[in-house]
C-alpha cells in the first residue's frame, strides 16, 4: 500500500498562490502516477491534474490549465501542486491519490486538504 498526507491548503484571496504537498510513504513512490483532485460542497469529485511515474507527461482539468502545475520529486517521495491565480471556484477538498498509470483507477488516496479562495 502507499500512504499519502497533503499538506498545504489554507485561506487566501482571489489571485493568490498556493502550493500544495503531498507525502508518501509505503511502496516505490516512483512506481506510481500520481493525481490531485477536489471536491467542493454539494459537488462530484473532480480530477484536477495527473503526472506520470517519471514526471514526463501531466494531465490538465481544462479549469485550471495555464494557473495550475502538477510536479514530482521522486527522491523526495513527494507530488506537488502550484496553484497560481486562485479563484473562488477553486474553493475545495483537494486530495492527492496514486494509481498504476495516469488513465487506471486510483487506489490510494490522503485525507485531503482545505483551500478557501475568498473573493
Known amino acids: 500500500q502507499v500512504q499519502l498526507v497533503e499538506s498545504g491548503g489554507g485561506l487566501v484571496q482571489a489571485g493568490d498562490s498556493l502550493r500544495l504537498s503531498c507525502a508518501a510513504s509505503?511502496?516505490?513512490?516512483?512506481?506510481?502516477?500520481m493525481g490531485w483532485f477536489r471536491q467542493a460542497p454539494g459537488k462530484e469529485r473532480e480530477v484536477v491534474a495527473r503526472?506520470?511515474?517519471?514526471?514526463?507527461?501531466?494531465l490538465y482539468a481544462d479549469s485550471v490549465k495555464g494557473r495550475f502545475t502538477i510536479s514530482r520529486d521522486n527522491a523526495k517521495n513527494t507530488v506537488h501542486l502550484q496553484m497560481n491565480s486562485l479563484k473562488p471556484e477553486d474553493t475545495a477538498v483537494y486530495y492527492c491519490?496514486?494509481?498504476?498509470?495516469?488513465?487506471?483507477?486510483?487506489?490510494?488516496w490522503g485525507q485531503g486538504t482545505q483551500v478557501t479562495v475568498s473573493s
Open positions: 491519490a496514486a494509481a498504476w498509470n495516469v488513465y487506471s483507477k486510483y487506489d490510494y
Open positions: 509505503g511502496r516505490t513512490f516512483s512506481n506510481y502516477a
Open positions: 503526472i506520470s511515474m517519471n514526471g514526463g507527461r501531466t
